[in-house]
């Protein structure tokens, strides 16, 4: 029967972090939540639940899009949102400096900085890059995010994107 089982799961789950919270505080880390399942975020909840008096620190990463994955994201409990804003230009110029050297060309930070606009794992994908010398090459982690990116657009916002808007 699925549904005892995964009854019995979740109650195995929640008798672990009761344990292990017990024994000493507990840290669960979700990366990337926005690509997670809901077996996974209803386990959590029922955590989160179980042991509300004890110490456990659920930390959950995830782009925007964790509002149209999850909706109703652990909305009866305790929670605290941290939003990230993109890095300015002087940390992101101080970033590129502290890992390629104060030698890097002024015209290569530049051109990282303004390729990056802003966004911390891509100026961190293009410094790996340029660091092997192969800084003219697109990330391949920043070539999936954005392609997974565009398999989330419904097809017509996708041909726009791939094609662009057409013109009579």
Known sequence: DAVLLGDQMRRAWEDLILAESA?????LVLEDLHWGDLSTVRFVDAALRT????????VA???PEI???????WRDRATDELN????????SRKLVREILGPGAAPELVERMITRAGGH??????????AALGEEDRAPTSVVA????????????????????????
Do not use: N, Q
């Open 23 to 27: 024994a000493a505080p507990v840290a």
């Open 51 to 58: 042991a509300k008096e004890r110490p456990l620190l659920v």
């Open 61 to 63: 990463t995830a782009r």
């Open 67 to 73: 509002r149209e994955t999850f909706p109703s994201l």
């Open 84 to 91: 990230l804003s993109e890095l300015s230009a002087p940390a």
């Open 120 to 129: 911390a794992l891509h100026l961190e994908e293009l410094l790996r890059a």
């Open 145 to 168: 995010m954005v392609e997974a990116r565009i398999d989330g657009l419904d097809v017509a916002a996708r041909m726009f994107w791939m094609e662009g808007p057409r013109v009579a």
